[in-house]
């Protein structure tokens, strides 16, 4: 099936460094979302991704579609603490004629030591 | 302000009671979906929406119902049937268009979620 394998499942990083989270699956997906959810909060759109090989940047983060349009990268420079929280990517999947739902990964969890 | 909100923002129910979450977004969306998700389960869809007076069931809909009479609002009953109810809810919507995969129809936007406890 339209699976996605998000890894890693939780990093613990000192402040400063940069990190790197991928998605990948078995099927291709035409479009990459990667969200970002604060504890206790609803997920929040950081990056959506709709060409293949496509390099996309949002302040410290940048989000790259896999060629393959098999996978997807997300990577934060120069991390902060506010940067902790939980990763998701998310693709979609037919539901069913023109309709689509999107399936997720089970999220990168991200801790910052300050 | 635009945007979808959730309430109450905690909840605490006792066992055998149904209960309703509220969902409403002035987004002027289409489509609105209910989630839940779990410590390390990731997202898992419950209902989604994508026009009025229409649902379909998600991967998870045992003991839970939605409906929607209206644009603006996708309500979620959590019912005595479903024998987990202990978790955090997410209230999503989107626009629907044509060309669903290949643009930015797919992008879903979240509420600020309802942690439902039942004892």
């Known amino acids: 099936g339209q699976q996605l394998n998000q890894s890693p499942q939780s990093m613990f990083i000192q402040e400063g460094e940069d990190v790197s989270m991928n998605c990948t699956s078995s099927?291709?997906?035409?479009?990459w979302l990667w969200y970002k959810q604060d504890p206790g909060e609803g997920p929040v759109l950081l990056i959506a991704?709709?060409?293949?090989?496509e390099l996309t940047s949002n302040g410290r983060l940048t989000a790259q579609f896999g060629i393959t349009r098999k996978d997807s990268f997300l990577n934060i420079s120069a991390s902060i603490p506010s940067d902790v929280g939980i990763y998701f990517c998310?693709?979609?999947?037919?539901?069913?004629?023109?309709?689509?739902?999107?399936?997720f990964g089970k999220g990168t969890l991200l801790t910052v030591n300050p | 302000d635009g945007g979808i909100t959730q309430s109450p923002k905690y909840l605490f129910r006792k066992e055998g009671q149904n209960v309703t979450l509220s969902c409403e977004q002035n987004?002027?969306?289409?489509?609105m979906y209910w989630y839940r998700q779990d410590p390390g389960q990731g997202l898992r869809l419950i209902y989604y929406?994508?026009?009025?007076?229409?649902?379909q069931k998600g991967d998870i809909a045992e003991g839970y119902s939605v409906s929607r009479e209206k644009k603006e609002s996708f309500p979620l009953t959590v019912t005595s049937a479903q024998k987990n109810p202990t978790a955090f809810y997410l209230c999503?919507?989107?626009?629907?268009?044509?060309?669903?995969?290949?643009?930015?129809?797919?992008?879903?936007?979240f509420g600020p979620g309802t942690r439902l406890t039942v004892l």
């Open positions: 929406s994508q026009i009025v007076n229409d649902f």
């Open positions: 991704l709709y060409k293949a090989g």
């Open positions: 998310a693709g979609p999947i037919n539901s069913g004629g023109s309709n689509y739902k999107l399936t």
């Open positions: 099927s291709i997906f035409n479009t």
């Open positions: 999503a919507s989107s626009i629907v268009g044509g060309l669903a995969a290949l643009s930015s129809y797919n992008e879903q936007f």
């Open positions: 987004l002027n969306h289409d489509a």
